[in-house]
Each structure stands twice: as structure tokens, then as C-alpha cells.
């Protein structure tokens, strides 16, 4: 189980290589990148901030409780935080298995779950200027669990 | 004393990325957020705020302890 929070970019294919897994008969990974446009308008830059130290922690959390709750051998995360160009990597989800279902299943639910819980933000820089990304999932899951301000529950 | 951090938009909006507290007898995370909003002269009132307590996600009737860390940022987007 690895969780890395970084600025520099990764290579898909060199973090595949370098946590390869002797015993597995498969492993599914997922990579998000930079979209070029948003809902009204073209993306220059993306700039992600992070709350360090709840970030690794809670990637950890949802790393551990993957491996609980599917087979499987290994788990990877990075992500990053800083600018980034459309296009360029943002995050890497990969898991390791002796059978390729343990294997998807735990990589769609590590993506699934980091998404509505690690505290990550992102900001579109577009030619109209900057702007928070204020998309509704984590709202959403905020508010399943309670997390939400009382006061706005009605609006989410 | 407890430290209270912003993130993302709540922090552009506080002008402040955190601040020291002295801890009220019996605060909760909701009390803890009326506190900042009366040193910072900001009404974060109609925002979508998520709270977390020593770097875990909590509810805002979560009691606060002295030396705590606490925190306030909008919903997540990462991924």
C-alpha cells in the first residue's frame, strides 16, 4: 500500500513497474488527467490545493480500507497538487491482484471514495479569469454523512 | 488554545489561511465556526463548508478539545 501526494508529475508506466507484484495475475490502474474545457469555457491551467497531512492520511484510510474490503495484493495512489497544463496527469489510481475482479472492483471504489473525501481543491484558470471547481459529488457525500453545514443542507 | 486552518475558497474569503483560539468550555466544531466568524467580521453563513477535527471529517456538532486542529474548506473536488 503506497499513497503519495506530489507536485511533480508521474509516468504511468514506471510507477507500474516500479510496484510490480510478483504473485498477481492482474492489475488495474486509472489515470485522471486534465480536461481542456469546463462547462463555459476553455481550461489554460488547473491549480490544486491540499490540506497537508489530512490529504495522506486520508488516502491512507481509504487505501486500508480497500484492502479490507477486496482481495487484493496491492494498492497505489498519487496524486498531485500545484499547476497543471490540460492533459497532464492528476491522479493515478492501481491495484494489484491475484484475479482481475477484486482488481477493478477495488480500483473504481479507490477512485469513488477519494473523490468525495480526500481534501483536495481545484481552481480553473480559463481566459475569463479563476475559478473554484464547486462540482456537486463531494456536496453530495458531505451531506450523506452529516459533514455538511447545517445551514445549507437544503441547497445542496 | 486550538488552531483553525482554512482551505481553498473559505480561506480567499476569510483572507486567511488560520488562526489561534482560545477554546470556550464545551465548543463544538459549529460554535468553533460562529468564534472565527466574529474575529474575522466574515458571515460564512449560505456556503458549503466541511469541517474536520485533527485532520478526520466530523460533523459539526463534533466537541472540540483544547490543542485541537481544526479546520474548515468547501467540498472536495479532487481526482
Known amino acids: ?156 | 488554545m486550538i488552531s483553525v486552518k482554512f482551505f481553498a475558497s473559505v480561506r480567499e474569503r476569510l483572507g486567511r489561511a488560520n488562526v489561534d483560539l482560545e477554546l470556550q468550555a464545551g465548543s463544538t466544531v459549529a460554535e468553533v465556526l460562529a468564534q472565527v466568524e466574529g474575529i474575522t467580521g466574515v458571515s460564512l453563513a449560505g456556503q458549503h463548508l466541511l469541517a474536520a477535527r485533527n485532520q478526520v471529517h466530523v460533523p459539526f456538532t463534533e466537541p472540540v478539545a483544547d490543542g485541537d486542529e481544526i479546520a474548515f474548506f468547501p467540498p472536495v473536488t479532487g481526482g
Do not use: N
Open chain 1, 1 to 156: 500500500m503506497t499513497v503519495r501526494v506530489q507536485q511533480e508529475a508521474f509516468h504511468l508506466g514506471a510507477e507500474l513497474l516500479a510496484h510490480a507484484q510478483p504473485t498477481a495475475g492482474a492489475v488495474v490502474s486509472f489515470l485522471g488527467t486534465v480536461r481542456d474545457y469546463s462547462d463555459a469555457a476553455d481550461i489554460l491551467a488547473m491549480e490544486i490545493e491540499h490540506y497537508p497531512g489530512m490529504t495522506e492520511r486520508e488516502l491512507e484510510r481509504v487505501a486500508q480500507e480497500a484492502q479490507r474490503r477486496y482481495d487484493i495484493l496491492d494498492s497505489l495512489i498519487i496524486h498531485r497538487y500545484g499547476r497543471l497544463a490540460p492533459q497532464d496527469p492528476i491522479v493515478l489510481v492501481a491495484v494489484w491482484s491475484l484475479h482481475r475482479a477484486a482488481a477493478f472492483d477495488a480500483c473504481r471504489y479507490l477512485i469513488d471514495v477519494l473523490k468525495t473525501s480526500a481534501p483536495f481543491w481545484k481552481k480553473e484558470i480559463t481566459p475569463a479569469g479563476a475559478r473554484w471547481v464547486t462540482d456537486c459529488p463531494g456536496c453530495r457525500a458531505g451531506t450523506q454523512h452529516g459533514h455538511v453545514h447545517p445551514d445549507v443542507l437544503e441547497e445542496c
